[in-house]
């Protein structure tokens, strides 16, 4: 079992930026993909990014490339978004995921393990 705890949410201005943090715990992540995702009141949850168990693979949504970079240090066991220029849309609850597959995964379906969650709001 995978326990995962998020960090790092909060309230920023259009344009600012903000880090989170998902720290793993119960096992190494080392072997695994991880990802994060979002959930906007009233929408689904959605892909944000994903990264494979190296750390050389790296997907993104289109609505966050080029703004968001997804980062791990396995000896730490902890995963990373670093989000850049930060939008109103961008406000949602933002997820850590494990999965159990070495390659990045895109899909939330490939994800057993989930944390609960940190908040992130833009807003002036």
């Known amino acids: 079992q995978v326990q995962l705890v998020e960090s790092g949410g909060g309230l920023v201005q259009p344009g600012g930026s903000l880090r989170l943090t998902c720290t793993a715990s119960?096992?190494?992540?080392?072997?695994?993909?991880m990802g994060w995702f979002r959930q906007a009141p009233e929408k689904e949850r959605a892909f944000v990014a994903t990264?494979?168990?190296?750390?050389?693979?790296?997907i993104y949504a289109d609505s966050v490339k080029g703004r968001f970079t997804i980062s791990r240090d396995n000896t730490n066991n902890m995963v990373y978004l670093q989000m850049n220029s930060l939008k109103p849309e961008d406000t949602a609850g933002y997820y850590c995921?494990?999965?159990?597959?070495?390659?990045?995964?895109?899909?939330?379906?490939?994800?057993?393990?989930w944390g609960q969650g940190t908040q992130v709001t833009v807003s002036s």
């Open positions: 990264i494979n168990w190296s750390g050389g693979v790296t």
């Open positions: 995921a494990a999965s159990e597959y070495a390659g990045a995964a895109v899909l939330s379906q490939d994800y057993p393990y």
């Open positions: 119960g096992r190494t992540i080392s072997n695994n993909s």
